[in-house]
């Protein structure tokens, strides 16, 4: 069995008692360490070493190897997956990330860099002396935000503070100051984000996920992880719990989940029968369509009940295992 293995010389933030805080990883590389072993960079991250008093922390440089077919071990380890991903090395769902949460640290991001959340108040206070002025506070999370690490190029983010460390902009994305992009998540193509990518999804080129929309992180039993095809919407305040294929659509405000029981139409959206009178649909749990392309899935302006409906003009066929 072949190793899966990456490699990078970064530049770690640790404190005073020795947690790591973060790792910038410039240049990650899958495969061993490079015969020149980034001199160059080496020298770059090595003027960089120092000590902040006021933050009660110093950066020194690492460098890092990992299996990516293991779990992440160490906070250098989980820091150089985030950066593979988020500098389109690997695809979301192909490196082992078991437990990255429990590895990172909770952090304080502040406009001076990574803080101890531990007695912070103590930290603001000493930064607030150096600087003469208040610190910025950005978040407390486990979680950086991507720009301040990497800006892959052909990508435009309305707001840094939508797209976590981790995630995968295709060229051509565009996230809009109301999107959010998760870890391990991300789009494999020009795509619009106006709503949010939960961990783990995967969205298709030409697909646009709405204002308000979302999708679930954490698949329901017996569901396939949470994808989007090439070509779909999500339409505003939309949810979707199952994945699908190409060329669907989530009607505006309809919450797709995976136990949805749902109405399957032809093409006309009425199901036809005998003497002019019309049967009634099948209907399936909305799993059964999990990975089924050219479906329009809305609610029933009257009955309220939740319709599929094919877009190519052929009835809906369901994806076989």
Not at 149 to 175: F, H, K, M, N, Q
Not at 272 to 285: A, D, I, L
Request: glycine fraction near 12%; charged fraction near 20%.
């Amino acid at each position: 069995m072949t190793t899966r293995s990456a490699w990078g010389l970064g530049l770690a933030t640790v404190t005073d008692d020795g947690n790591t805080l973060d790792v910038w990883y410039p240049r990650p590389i899958l495969g061993d360490e490079p015969e020149d072993g980034h001199a160059d960079l080496l020298a770059t991250l090595s003027a960089m070493e120092r000590r902040d008093e006021a933050r009660g922390v110093h950066t020194t440089v690492v460098r890092t190897w990992s299996d990516l077919d293991d779990a992440p071990q160490t906070v250098a380890g989980a820091y150089l997956r985030l950066h593979l991903l988020s500098h389109r090395r690997v695809l979301p769902g192909t490196v082992n990330l078991d437990g990255i949460v429990s590895r990172l640290a909770n952090v304080v991001w502040t406009s001076e860099g990574p803080c101890a959340a531990e007695d912070f108040e103590t930290t603001r206070a000493r930064l607030r002396a150096k600087l003469g002025h208040p610190v910025t506070v950005r978040s407390v999370d486990r979680f950086p935000r991507m720009l301040d690490y990497v800006i892959p190029s052909g990508v435009r983010v309305g707001d840094a503070e939508g797209v976590r460390l981790g995630a995968y902009l295709s060229e051509g994305t565009v996230v809009t100051q109301s999107g959010l992009v998760s870890y391990n998540a991300g789009t494999l193509g020009r795509s619009l984000i106006e709503g949010r990518v939960a961990q783990g999804v995967i969205i298709g080129a030409g697909s646009d996920i709405g204002v308000g929309a979302s999708t679930m992180a954490a698949p329901t039993a017996g569901v396939d992880r949470v994808s989007l095809g090439e070509g779909c919407l999500l339409g505003a305040s939309s949810g979707l719990g199952i994945p699908l294929g190409d060329n669907c659509v989530v009607e505006a405000g309809l919450y797709l989940t995976a136990d949805t029981r749902v109405a399957l139409l032809p093409s006309g959206g009425v199901v036809p029968g005998q003497h002019g009178q019309f049967r009634q649909p099948r209907v399936v749990e909305a799993r059964a369509l999990s990975g089924a392309a050219n479906v329009l899935f809305r609610r029933n302006s009257q009955s309220g009940a939740v319709e599929a409906m094919s877009r190519g003009g052929k009835e809906i066929a369901l994806p076989t295992v």
